[in-house]
């Protein structure tokens, strides 16, 4: 269920999860950019696109909307892209905003196979705990793991966004194949490591 946070009047109320998205993704992009503001940034990126007062002076604002979750970018076909703009300048960045641990966040429904390509898409760190080769397939055929609770602690301790991303991708995989352990365990890890993580066990 998607958490609205209050609004300017007027406007509609923003999505807690979008607003989170928005924000790490700026600061990933800052980070990978090396400049020292949103303002240098859309002027990097924006160029002669940027935001122009009718002095014809420049003022840039959305990339400052994006560092405080005021606005997300958006995707429309035949429209500048944000995302994809500042992806062709520093690889990698766009992997943040699209990243799964939002889909999960926001409640979206998962199939059985797209939940196991949500979980492929993380790295090789994560992978190598979720996963293993299947000797009975031909090539480097992947199959995930019967994990065990020291697999879920071996998760946690990797500290990472990825693991985090894991974690909450398989506390959905356990309510969608009935799996109660595994969801306590994910949960009570959660709890532990970080009190506000706690998630409703109803």
Request: aromatic share 8%; charged share 25%; glycine share 6%.
């Amino acid at each position: 269920m998607a958490v609205l946070l209050t609004s300017r009047a007027g406007r509609p109320k923003r999505d807690a999860v979008d607003v989170v998205r928005t924000r790490i993704w700026f600061q990933v992009v800052k980070s990978r950019s090396n400049l020292p503001s949103a303002h240098a940034i859309e002027a990097l990126i924006d160029g002669p696109w940027a935001s122009r007062g009718a002095d014809g002076i420049s003022r840039p604002r959305k990339w400052y909307a994006y560092e405080a979750g005021r606005r997300s970018p958006t995707s429309v076909k035949g429209k500048r892209d944000a995302v994809a703009d500042a992806e062709a300048r520093f690889a990698g960045t766009a992997r943040w905003y699209h990243h799964a641990i939002w889909r999960a966040l926001k409640g979206e429904r998962f199939s059985v196979q797209t939940l196991d390509e949500a979980l492929r898409s993380l790295d090789s760190a994560v992978i190598g705990i979720l996963y293993k080769v299947d000797d009975q397939a031909e090539g480097e055929h992947l199959r995930q793991r019967f994990l065990t609770q020291d697999d879920v602690h071996a998760l946690v301790g990797l500290g990472s966004f990825d693991a985090l991303a894991a974690v909450i991708l398989l506390a959905v995989q356990s309510e969608m194949h009935g799996l109660p352990q595994l969801r306590e365990w994910v949960l009570t890890l959660m709890e532990r490591s970080n009190p506000s993580w706690r998630i409703s066990r109803s």
